[in-house]
């Protein structure tokens, strides 16, 4: 099972760091969660058209993490020779967002419908709202959701990918929580949101210090992924982000918590489970 940290930004833009979106690909399946600004550039640069998407899964529905899904809908459906309906997965309320997010389309869907007379078909979005359980299961790729706690943004789920004998958490913004802790049991890779809360308490804007209350610190997800034997931590959507390169004090400061192998994600960056 390969992870691909597509982008590890956060609401701030960022000139190295494309929005919060992450590629696992497993057993011939082709996953991604989250699609935050930049995700096609980033999938472009994997190699991957959003066509070979087998789904899409999104942890909650705050923007950083969904501005682009209308970019993933509409280029896989521009670029198709036959109707190819995405599979798309998120937390309760996402078929209402998918819903609203395609009157949005639209216009263009109209102007394009118009203009190419082999494109017959709309967009198809196969929608489901994960609760808790098994929400893909495929050719040996099985993905189980669990509510996290974003809180007050609810709901949220992460993602357990079990696949070839490994398992591999894909976390969203939370604090340690019940969901988290079933997610990360004995995974190979777990990946983390975080913020460096050290930080952010002395950034005296109240706007960045009510970011503390719903996200993991860097202890927090070094702390997770050390009592569930996590093998690898990767932390990504660091806030403040590091310059690229420069992330060995947030690595440092989880090894105070955690003996495995931890990683700052930047774009791009590869992990074999
Ligand atoms: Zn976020
Ligand atoms: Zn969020």
Known sequence: MIVTTLGTGSPLPDPNRAGPATLVQAGGKTLLFDAGRGVLMRLAAAMVAPGMLDALLLTHLHSDHTTDVNDVITTRWVQSFAPMPLTIVGPEG????????????????????????????????????????????????????????????????????????KVVAIAGDTIPCAGLDELCAGADVYVQT??????????????????????????????????????????????????????????????EHFDGKIILAEDMTAIEA
């Open 194 to 255: 975080v913020i460096r809360a050290d930080i952010v308490k002395n950034i005296p804007v109240q706007r960045f210090a009510d970011i503390l209350d719903y996200h993991s610190s860097v202890e927090d997800a070094a702390q997770t992924a050390a009592r569930h034997g996590v093998r690898t931590l990767v932390l990504t959507h660091p806030v403040p982000a590091p310059p690229i390169g420069q992330g060995q004090e947030w690595v440092d400061l989880a090894a």
């Open 94 to 165: 996402t078929s209402g967002w998918i819903d609203r997010t395609m009157a949005m389309l639209t216009d263009d869907i109209g102007y394009r419908l118009a203009h190419h007379e082999d494109l017959t078909w709309q967009p198809e979005n196969l929608v489901t709202d994960a609760r808790d359980g098994v929400v893909f299961d495929a050719d040996g790729v099985r993905v189980i959701a669990k509510p996290t706690n974003h809180a007050p943004v609810h709901p949220t789920v992460g993602y357990r990918v079990e696949a070839e004998g």
